[in-house]
């Protein structure tokens, strides 16, 4: 008997009212691993109708209350941080041993927007003394939430926290691959005090769903994480409606190692910068630019970092399966783009196996030399544990570079001379620099792309600014 996962609307799990049921299959087996809901545009209205109805509630809720029940959702998401982490890792294939980081930044998001809450307003704007003029911020009212499968819980957590801080309500729906700790979350929510149906999932295809989501008229705001192309076929129905979108899309970031940094370092973190979640990570440092006199050296450590590495399914592994099987599949065929293009293969290059891996759907890490940036390999994403190496010159080479791609998400910079990695930082075309290590930043760092990687920030104080209307009143007194 396989568990079902079903959405979880005002405030109780739904069963679907057509559509079925979908496998689910175990990234770590590629056996069944549960039966996940299809549910059809007439769900969709239902729960849509459940958040409006929630949002004529919560939106006057006192702001000190709304952020104490998120408060209180970010403390039961520790007191329940082992099963939600199970959850999230069985549906991955993510290392056990990551979840509890991962558990700490879902509940971070929820106790960081639920204390901002407080102190966010309008401003008085002095027009002299025969006016009265302020702004204040009002909600939007439903915000429907789309995400993809490779960070379930704290993506999450960081689009619907400052959604309902502010008195917005939410619909989200995220990948049929992963559904289950979302619908979890919704559960807890109810827990801490929220209203039924100001927290709602919606179990689904995303062809299905999201398509009814952003055409429903009562759906005021959509956030999407995922790829371009779903972003461009979401702001195509959007553009009709006039509906404003948070876009948080994909990537291929310029990860930039220049002669003067400490190499340990910066083997060590470029390594985890293209394989920390098996590659599946939106920010992933996958155009690795070196400085051409430390290339063969630089490489040379990178191989030697990616050989300790341990792939597969053990709690302490550093690296799982990938996620989906049309991702496993998606990642062999970019390897055999790279021997088309001539690419020179430094380590990995093809699927890992062994006793130990089974059928599962793993990737060996993969490191390829000789490409040259204008290649299929360098610029598109592969989102699997792939980097590129391309060598620069100097500063304003590799600037050019790393700015040479549609995508501008993230990127890395590697150096100990202060004054060149202001000048490279302010140069670059990226959401998010990063230097001396290459990490996902923290909940009040602002997230987000320049070019094809989309357009609103989440994260940070400035989130909350995309959850809410501006509005002036302006008094003549
Ligand atoms: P995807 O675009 O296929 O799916 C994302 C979500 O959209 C899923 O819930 C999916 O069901 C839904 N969806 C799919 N087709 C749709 C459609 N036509 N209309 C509406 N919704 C649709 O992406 P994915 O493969 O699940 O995720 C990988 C992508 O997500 C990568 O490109 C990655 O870079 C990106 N991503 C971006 C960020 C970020 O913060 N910028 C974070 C994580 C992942």
Redesign the pocket.
């Known amino acids: 008997m396989f568990q079902k996962i079903e959405s979880f609307v005002g405030g109780e799990a739904t069963p679907a009212v057509e559509g079925g049921f979908g496998e689910k299959l175990d990234p770590r087996t590629g056996s069944k691993l549960e039966e996940v809901a299809y549910s059809s545009a007439a769900d969709v209205g239902k729960a849509i109708d459940n958040a409006a109805e929630a949002f004529e509630l919560w939106r006057d809720v006192r702001p000190s209350e709304r952020g104490r029940a998120l408060v209180e959702l970010g403390r039961l998401i520790r007191a329940n941080g082992e099963r939600l982490g199970e959850i999230e890792s069985r549906e991955t294939g993510k290392p056990g041993h990551e979840m509890p980081a991962l558990i700490d930044l879902t509940a971070q998001f929820f106790e960081f927007y639920g204390g901002v809450v407080n102190v966010m307003d309008g401003d008085i704007i002095n027009q002299g003394p025969d006016y009265h003029v302020y702004t204040r911020r009002d909600p939007f009212g439903v915000i429907g939430v789309?995400?993809?499968?490779?960070?379930p819980l704290h993506?999450a957590a960081r689009a619907i926290a400052p959604a309902l801080a502010v008195g917005n309500t939410v619909l989200a729906?995220?990948?049929?691959?992963t559904p289950g700790s979302l619908v979890e979350l919704a559960r807890l929510a109810v827990q801490a005090g929220l209203p039924a149906g100001a927290f709602n999932v919606i179990v689904?295809?995303?062809?299905v769903?999201?398509?009814a989501?952003?055409e429903h008229p009562k759906i005021q705001k959509i956030s999407?994480?995922?790829?371009?192309?779903?972003?461009q076929?979401?702001g195509r129905?959007a553009a009709d409606r006039i509906l404003p979108l948070t876009?948080?899309?994909?990537?291929k970031s310029a990860n930039i190692v220049f002669d003067d940094s400490d190499l340990d370092a910066a083997a060590k973190g470029s390594v985890r910068a293209f394989t920390w979640n098996s590659g599946?990570?939106?920010?992933?440092g996958t155009r690795l630019l070196v400085q051409e006199n430390i290339h063969d050296e630089f490489v040379q450590r990178l191989v030697k970092e990616v050989k300790a590495l341990r792939v597969g399914p053990e709690h302490d592994a550093t690296s799982g399966p990938i996620t989906?099987a049309?991702?496993f599949k998606k990642i062999q065929e970019y390897f055999d783009v790279a021997e088309k293009e001539g690419l020179s293969c430094a380590v990995g290059g093809k699927v890992a196996s062994g006793g130990h891996l089974g059928s599962g759907w793993y990737i060996e890490p993969t490191v390829y030399t000789g490409a040259t940036n204008d290649g299929t390999m360098a610029r598109e994403?592969i989102?699997g544990p792939v980097v590129i190496v391309i060598p620069f010159k100097d500063e304003a080479d590799a600037v050019r570079l790393a700015n040479d791609s549609e995508f501008g998400?993230a990127a890395g910079i590697w150096s100990r001379d202060i004054g060149r990695v202001h000048r490279v930082a302010a140069r670059l075309e990226a959401g998010r620099i990063v230097v001396n290590e290459y990490g996902g930043g923290f909940v009040q760092t602002p997230?987000?792309?320049f070019k094809n990687?989309?357009y609103g920030r989440?994260q940070g104080i400035d989130a909350l600014s995309h959850y809410t209307q501006l509005k002036s009143i302006i008094i003549r007194l």
């Open positions: 789309i995400l993809p499968w490779n960070a993506q729906k995220r990948s049929e691959h689904g295809k995303g062809s769903i999201g398509p989501m952003v999407f994480t995922g790829s371009v192309r779903a972003g076929e979401l129905i876009l948080e899309l994909g990537g599946q990570w939106c920010c992933a989906t049309a991702q994403e989102f998400l997230c987000g792309g990687s989309g989440e």
